[in-house]
């Protein structure tokens, strides 16, 4: 069956540590995405990519890093420059930037 | 895009339709309506999505009213497994529009 796969589901790193979150995809899809949520609230994007090769900036991506060198697969890479990195981390992908997506089951991440 | 207003939280009784309003005052005419749900700790999961035209699959329907500032989402027979937060989000159909989650309604069926 296609679908995103984030690993792990959870992790744990000391502070100013980096950490590399995975995502996989199968679906064939183009375009992937990078998602934080905090306790309580809404998801806001951290980054995106349309294509291999190509990836933008969203609303928080300051202390993150992302590659896109092969279209399944899109991995964060939460730095130390982070300065709050305890948050549920959601990757998605669609076919296009305006169609529906397709969202992984998330990796929490905790720093101690 | 057009921001959304949603209720904080709902209660619903097993069996019964589940009704989740959005508001979304200052939709634009290319704005699509989409919504999505989040059940504790998963990834959201996409519901349904329209244009102008009330909308219906095998998960629920989706009406939008006629001048397109308000919607609805409805559950026709809300289950337990419906328990979720449900993210009505508008968006348009340029590139380079990302999906925008706000607060959504936190929606609770009970037996």
């Known amino acids: 069956d296609g679908g995103i796969t984030q690993s792990p589901k959870y992790l744990f790193r000391k502070e100013g540590q980096n950490v590399t979150l995975s995502c996989e995809q199968n679906?064939?899809?183009?375009?992937m995405y990078w998602y934080r949520q905090d306790p309580g609230q809404g998801l806001r994007l951290i980054y995106y990519?349309?294509?291999?090769?190509?990836?933008q900036k969203g609303d928080i991506a300051e202390g993150y890093s992302v590659s896109r060198e092969k279209k399944e697969s899109f991995p964060l890479t939460v730095t130390s420059a982070q300065k709050n990195p305890t948050a549920f981390y959601l990757c998605?992908?669609?076919?296009?930037?305006?169609?529906?997506?397709?969202f992984g089951s998330g990796t929490r991440l905790t720093v101690v | 895009d057009a921001k959304t207003t949603q209720p904080t939280s709902m209660d619903c009784a097993e069996g019964r339709a589940a009704n989740l309003p959005c508001n979304h005052s200052?939709?634009?005419?290319?704005?699509?309506v989409y919504w999505y749900r989040q059940i504790h700790s998963q990834g959201p999961q996409y519901i349904i999505h329209?244009?102008?035209n009330n909308e219906t699959n095998e998960m629920a329907s989706l009406i939008i009213t006629e001048d397109r500032k308000s919607s609805t989402l409805i559950l026709p027979h809300a289950t337990l497994r419906d328990t979720a937060v449900y993210y009505c989000?508008?968006?348009?159909?340029?590139?380079?529009?990302?999906?925008?989650f706000g607060g959504g309604t936190r929606l609770m069926v009970k037996p």
């Open positions: 989000i508008v968006r348009s159909s340029n590139a380079g529009n990302m999906l925008t």
């Open positions: 998605a992908s669609s076919i296009r930037l305006i169609d529906g997506y397709t």
């Open positions: 200052t939709i634009s005419g290319n704005e699509y």
């Open positions: 679906l064939n899809h183009d375009a």
């Open positions: 329209g244009l102008k």
């Open positions: 990519s349309q294509i291999v090769n190509d990836f």
